[in-house]
């Protein structure tokens, strides 16, 4: 069984990054990372995953236009490499499930 | 709009400096954009601690995602420490916190004064990083000024049109050069509204320089500029917003701008104003060729360096090239030096080497660095005694092992940690107070580049010097209780040791009981001349009144008129400041109009002046004055009385306006203060410190004119003297108004009389005389507390430095006053004992600053800026107000030390 290559806080800024569509910024990555798994991060700190993300090759990124609401500063929009990715994301869950088998009474218990 | 920089908070920008170089930019808008939408989600509490977290956020991200990267060299603290040999530790950082709530006095007190005092003592500093500041376009610090300094008037010309051409095609260093320059345009939109919209003519090549993509339609282009094209105009978001209501269809129509109507191409995102806080992009047609060398409109001219070229190389290759000009046109460009500097110094029209050299800032830097110093010296006498008393604890450490480096090391810590944590409580006040004084102060619109908030380079600078007064309120004292000599004491002393207050201290104290007493005078002073509304007390009611300018603009191509360009503009400025004027009058709301530079209710110069035959000389001259210049029928236009001899006449204002024009007229109050009374006709006046004309050139009183609000706000000081103006040398011409209803309500009536007189001319700042008046008391008033304000802080230093003494002269000496007590000493030889030091620094201390104080308000109260006072009155009054003071914080060690009993100070000991 080989090891997931994502950290834990890695894999879930890629399913955020594919909920919204597989492609987006770090602020609405952010925003979905809090609605859908209550973890709150910073969009500083979601940039610098999907950077590390993009230099392993899981990611690209292209620079938008300036906006003003943003002090006049560009956003980096990030893309999955589904190519990547997928493998990547179906050996995390696989491993997951595999560790839990037999273990959810322990979840009826609590 | 905001300056796209202004209003971000610090914390944002510090959080996005702390990731690598290129990743900044955009997690700063991603920060400035989730903070934004926290305003509609959030309380401003959680809103608040959220955005204090992100520099740690963004810390934790860079140092996880560079041991990611390089997993063999983990960036942790320990190592950095191990490699460092600093060999602090947690514990000691613990230790100085924990001091914080120990001696909770030290504390408020240190914490206070150094919150006030370092960002006080960075304002210059802060000033100076204006003139630096980088403009919000992508790498705008690329982005330079490129002028040249006239050498001979010691200021910049930008008459700077055939340079540019030249520029253009020999310079190597810039990638790309543009030229643009500002005025204001009258703007008549599709709705009917007509007014000043601020506007620039610029080269088409500014646009890809500032690497600035319009929002709509396009940029200005090439073909623009040449003569006879279409008129086209760019403009921003907020024209396109508040004239055309965002019509999505907006490019194409048409908006008239001065008489003729321009053809919409494109719309600027916004946050875009450049050069200034412009609105209006219209193509730069005028060419070098049409004027002669050193002559035409001023251009300023921006260029963006190289890839790889620095901006001294480029400022090397302009002057080289600058210097070939020279021998070309000689007459024009050998006073002139060419030069690269920022945009803002060139926008600004200082220096290259910006305000440094101004003896004004170095003087106010040196007044707050002083006062700093005085803090540093009086924490580090609270900090002295607060180290005496741990000298047991120390003693113990170096018995355990510890080196005197190692104790100090701690003891810079706990220093450290009051410092830089009253540095970020005095920079989040500094930057709360500061722009709100600051927003209320600046009435015209600031260029969109400039930015009044704490630069990130502020707030370093801030930090460092906060270490610095650690290690000087901190180590110095340490250094002194940890010397080997007391280390022996207390080795041979079973008692324990002492540590006496030394020579430097005593200087301390006295020194900022002397400069205290001698600022206070000073703020004395000043609340004194500016507490009360002095309008009251003078004769012009400030209500009446409208001040208003009249711009007559430089429009291409020229008029009808005959002459140079400069000369027909001085013709048509002439024409429209006289016809307007004479309009104004005709009207029947109107009681009286005048012009000016310098009217009654605005700042006027104040020289010192030198009267024939009083004896006056250079060093010594006779009074210090207010001086204006007015209008040759400034006198009979605003109703004036003359009192002696006669009023000016045209001839008086004949010639060039640097030209020396003898006749002057003063008002009744220089008669009577500065003369002495008497017939003022024929008697003349000169300038020591320099005029038109020269230092040695004298001028003729022709007329006394009654007295009439030269010095609105100290009345009591307007002594003055006018110089004659003609119609045509000023421009914008500034206008007082007296009208018979609401100043503000005839303003619309003012803009329509100018729009007749002239379609291109403008009024400009129209606003009434109450308002101006107001505004400059908020001004000396915030100047004056603040001198007020830091010398009271500089008074409780003082006073804190004697308790601090008393206080630690009674604990060290317990014994022996038990002893004294014992052996029948009365009361008034333990007072001795405890507040005989104290009390002579006290007095050496206000007997100089009371020398310093005398001289302070002498030379204060001689200009006539301030009100005449009675100097000894006010250091005798600041001097008994210090000596209570101290007096009431002697009063608690006093008793303290009264009421030590002699047995139990004996079984104690």
């Not at chain 1, 990715?85 to 037999?102: D, K």
């Not at chain 2, 001065?258 to 104003?273: N, Q």
């Not at chain 2, 190389?313 to 060419?338: K, S």
């Not at chain 2, 007082?736 to 303003?747: D, H, L, N, R, T």
């Amino acid at each position: 069984m080989g090891r997931s290559r994502f950290g834990e806080l890695e894999e879930q800024v890629v399913l955020a990054l594919l909920q919204l569509g597989g492609e987006s910024y770090a602020v609405p990555v952010a925003e979905e990372l809090e609605a859908r798994a209550g973890r709150e991060v910073s969009p500083a700190t979601v940039y610098m995953v999907m950077r590390r993300l993009q230099e392993q090759g899981f990611l690209t990124s292209e620079v938008g236009t300036p906006d003003p609401e943003r002090g006049g500063r560009p956003r980096r929009f990030y893309r999955v490499v589904r190519k990547a990715v997928v493998p990547a994301l179906a050996e995390s869950r696989r491993a997951r499930l595999a560790l839990w088998e037999g273990l959810e009474p322990l979840l009826e218990d609590s | 709009m905001r300056h796209p920089r202004q209003g971000i908070p610090l914390a944002l920008r510090l959080a996005a400096w702390l990731l690598p170089r290129d990743a900044r930019d955009e997690v700063l808008g991603d920060l400035v954009e989730a903070w934004r939408a926290r305003e509609h989600t959030q309380s401003r509490w959680s809103r608040a601690v959220w955005t204090l977290r992100q520099p740690f956020v963004a810390l934790g991200a860079r140092l996880r995602s560079a041991r990611r990267v390089d997993a063999t060299q983990p960036p942790s603290l320990s190592l950095i420490r191990r490699r460092a040999g600093v060999g602090f530790s947690w514990l000691d950082l613990k230790l100085g916190l924990r001091m914080l709530g120990k001696y909770p006095i030290l504390t408020v007190v240190a914490g206070i004064t150094l919150a006030l005092g370092i960002p006080s003592a960075l304002i210059p500093t802060h000033v100076i990083g204006f003139y630096y500041l980088d403009l919000p376009v992508d790498e705008g610090d690329r982005v330079v000024g490129l002028r040249n300094w006239d050498l001979e008037s010691n200021r910049q010309t930008l008459r700077n049109l055939h340079d540019f051409e030249v520029w253009k095609t020999r310079l190597t260093s810039f990638e790309a050069l543009a030229a643009a320059r500002s005025l204001p345009w009258n703007v008549h939109s599709p709705d009917g509204r007509a007014g000043e919209v601020l506007g620039s003519e610029v080269t088409a090549s500014l646009f890809t320089l500032l690497r600035e993509p319009p929002l709509l339609g396009r940029t200005l282009v090439g073909a623009d500029e040449a003569a006879g094209a279409p008129d086209v105009v760019v403009i921003s978001e907020d024209v396109w917003e508040s004239r055309f209501v965002r019509d999505p269809d907006i490019v194409g129509r048409t908006i008239t701008i001065g008489r003729r109507p321009h053809t919409i191409v494109g719309v600027m995102p916004a946050g875009f104003y450049f050069p200034a806080r412009d609105h209006l992009w219209l193509p730069l047609r005028a060419k070098a060729d049409d004027y002669a060398v050193g002559a035409g409109p001023d251009v300023l001219v921006v260029g963006r360096l190289a890839d790889g070229v620095s901006r001294d190389q480029a400022d090397l290759e302009l002057r080289t090239v600058g210097t070939g000009l020279a021998a070309v046109w000689p007459e024009t460009h050998t006073r002139l030096r060419a030069e690269v500097v920022t945009f803002p110094i060139m926008a600004m029209a200082e220096r290259a080497a910006g305000p440094l050299a101004d003896w004004e800032i170095v003087l106010i830097q040196l007044f707050f660095l002083a006062l700093l110093a005085v803090a540093c010296g009086n924490i580090g006498t609270l900090i002295l005694a607060r180290t005496a008393m741990r000298l047991d604890e120390l003693a113990v450490r170096t018995a355990l092992g510890a080196s005197r480096t190692r104790i100090l090391g701690q003891l810079f810590i706990e220093s450290l940690v009051l410092a830089l944590g009253a540095t970020a409580v005095g920079l989040a006040f500094a930057q709360a107070v500061g722009t709100s004084v600051v927003d209320r102060l600046l009435t015209e619109e600031m260029p969109y580049w400039f930015d009044v908030g704490l630069s990130l380079r502020s707030a370093l600078i801030a930090l460092g010097v906060g270490a610095g007064c650690a290690v000087a309120a901190g180590v110095l004292p340490a250094v002194k209780a940890t010397s080997p000599r007391i280390q022996q004491n207390l080795q041979r002393s079973a008692r324990g040791a002492t540590v006496r207050f030394g020579a430097l201290t005593t200087v301390l104290i006295v020194a900022e009981v002397a400069l205290s007493v001698g600022f206070l005078c000073f703020g004395t002073v000043a609340i004194l001349s500016f507490a009360g509304d002095g309008s009251l007390r003078s004769r012009v009611p400030v209500d009446r009144y409208l001040m208003a300018s009249l711009r007559t603009p430089w429009i291409a191509p020229p008029t009808e008129l005959a002459g140079t360009y400069e000369e027909q503009l001085r013709a048509r400025t002439a024409l429209n400041n006289e016809e307007l004027r004479d309009r104004l009058a005709a009207d029947p709301s109107v009681r009286h109009v005048a012009m000016g530079r310098n009217l009654p209710g605005t700042p006027h110069a104040s020289p010192v002046v030198i009267v024939e035959g009083t004896g006056a000389t250079d060093d010594a001259p006779t009074a210090s004055i207010e001086a204006a210049r007015v209008h040759v029928d400034f006198f009979r236009d605003l109703g004036l009385q003359i009192v002696q001899g006669r009023g000016f006449t045209p001839e008086d204002a004949r010639g060039e306006p640097d030209a020396h024009r003898p006749a002057i007229v003063v008002n009744e109050l220089f008669v009577e203060r500065v003369l002495g009374g008497g017939d003022a006709i024929g008697r003349r006046v000169r300038y020591p410190l320099g005029a038109p004309g020269g230092e040695e050139q004298w001028y003729e009183i022709v007329g006394v004119v009654e007295t009439f609000g030269t010095n609105i706000l100290v009345p009591e000081r307007s002594e003055a003297l006018y110089h004659p103006l003609g119609s045509s040398e000023l421009n914008p011409m500034r206008y007082i108004i007296e009208v018979a209803g609401s100043p503000a309500a005839f303003i619309p009536r003012l803009r329509a009389l100018a729009a007749d007189v002239d379609a291109e001319a403008m009024i400009e700042r129209p606003e009434p005389l109450a308002d101006v008046v107001a505004r400059m008391r908020l001004e000396n008033r915030v100047g004056t507390w603040m001198i007020f304000g830091l010398s009271a802080v500089g008074m409780l230093l003082a006073v804190t430095g004697l308790y601090a003494l008393m206080s630690f002269t009674v604990s060290q000496r317990t014994r022996e006053i038990g002893i004294r007590t014992a052996l029948g000493a009365g009361a008034t030889s333990v007072v001795a004992t405890i507040a005989r030091r104290a009390l002579l620094q006290l007095m050496a201390g206000v007997v100089l600053g009371c020398a310093f104080g005398w001289w302070i308000v002498d030379e204060v109260s001689s200009q006539s800026d301030f009100a005449d006072v009675s100097v000894p009155g006010i250091v005798l009054g600041v001097a008994v107000a210090v000596i209570a003071f101290s007096a009431l914080a002697c009063l608690s060690p006093t008793r303290r030390g009264l009421r030590i009993q002699p047995t139990e100070a004996l079984r104690e000991a």
